[in-house]
């Protein structure tokens, strides 16, 4: 009896996590392999990679893989370091770093949707008004930019510069209470020694928060392969238009969009992305470890 009791306390959590997390894995593993299904009638013409292949072949999804991948690596280590920045200058100013730590965080608990309309007035040309931005760049003497329905690059700017902004206020959270938590004996004994503040930070500040700096990598790698909502606030639904798509809205375009009703497709370009993440995320776990050796 003593055997069987941590199982049925652990049963709801095991039927839960099964029928809603590993049941539909295994279905979309199944469905990425038969080819020809159809939805209606539930059948298909045969089992292969031929799912893979067409999507591998997709211009749309070789656009939103590079947008995926541009706004991975643009986005991930500029919102930390950014973040890092400011938890820095808020932990030298501890009177007032509540206050600080409430106004940058308000960001994270505003809706996507409304900061993304916050963007449009900033940076969307109509035929009222070039956009705060644009009205800052001609008074300086440039030339205005059509930044949501111009130049691949500046669609892609405000993109990140979106996502930055969205994912700064978490990130500074972190990082200012794992600086809080740093043993303050530490700084004091080195400053007794005459060391200098960048040796300081280089030897003391960055290996004690390490562990968080790495947290906050991974995560924004996972966060920054699965968006979507920050391109469809700026762009709308029809992202493959606006050349901004990304791969999790392929994969629902696939399911729902204007081409939707390829359940097949969408499974194999899930799986491609679960593949893509899964090898980011053991090679940010294997220079976490090797670090830390």
């Known amino acids: 009896m003593k055997k069987i009791k941590p199982w049925l306390y652990l049963a709801p959590a095991i039927l839960f996590l099964g029928f809603f997390m590993v049941y539909p894995l295994i279905d979309v593993f199944i469905y990425s392999f038969e080819e020809g299904y159809n939805s209606a009638s539930q059948t298909f013409r045969g089992i292969g990679l031929?799912?893979?292949?067409?999507?591998?072949?997709?211009?749309?999804?070789?656009?939103?893989?590079k947008n995926t991948f541009i706004l991975v690596i643009i986005t991930v280590p500029l919102s930390t370091g950014i973040a890092l920045l400011i938890a820095l200058g808020l932990n030298s100013i501890p009177k007032l770093k509540d206050l600080f730590q409430t106004i940058f965080f308000l960001p994270y608990v505003t809706n996507t949707l409304a900061v993304g309309l916050v963007f449009m007035i900033?940076?969307?040309?109509?035929?009222?008004?070039?956009?705060?931005?644009?009205?800052?760049?001609?008074?300086?003497?440039?030339n205005a930019i059509d930044f949501m329905d111009g130049p691949y690059w500046a669609k892609m700017?405000?993109?990140?510069f979106y996502t930055v902004w969205i994912v700064l206020p978490?990130?500074?959270l972190i990082l200012t209470s794992a600086l809080a938590s740093v043993d303050e004996?530490?700084?004091?004994?080195?400053?007794?020694?005459?060391?200098s503040r960048f040796r300081i930070f280089t030897r003391?500040?960055?290996?004690?928060?390490?562990?968080?700096?790495?947290?906050?990598?991974?995560?924004?790698?996972?966060g920054a392969f699965k968006a979507y909502s920050d391109a469809v606030a700026?762009?709308?639904t029809d992202l493959n238009a606006a050349g901004m798509n990304t791969i999790v809205g392929y994969?629902?375009?696939?399911?729902?969009?204007?081409?939707g009703g390829y359940p097949s497709y969408a499974s194999a370009a899930a799986l491609i992305l679960f593949a893509v993440v899964l090898t980011i995320t053991c090679i940010n776990l294997t220079i976490s470890d090797s670090g830390k050796d």
């Open 50 to 65: 031929y799912n893979y292949m067409y999507v591998l072949r997709d211009p749309y999804f070789i656009q939103a893989l």
């Open 122 to 142: 900033l940076f969307k040309k109509t035929a009222y008004s070039e956009g705060l931005v644009n009205m800052l760049i001609t008074g300086l003497g440039g």
């Open 157 to 160: 700017f405000v993109l990140c």
């Open 170 to 172: 978490f990130k500074i």
């Open 185 to 195: 004996n530490l700084y004091k004994a080195a400053k007794i020694d005459g060391t």
């Open 204 to 222: 003391i500040t960055i290996p004690m928060i390490s562990p968080m700096i790495f947290y906050l990598i991974i995560t924004g790698f996972i």
């Open 234 to 236: 700026l762009f709308g």
């Open 251 to 259: 994969i629902y375009d696939m399911l729902y969009g204007n081409g």
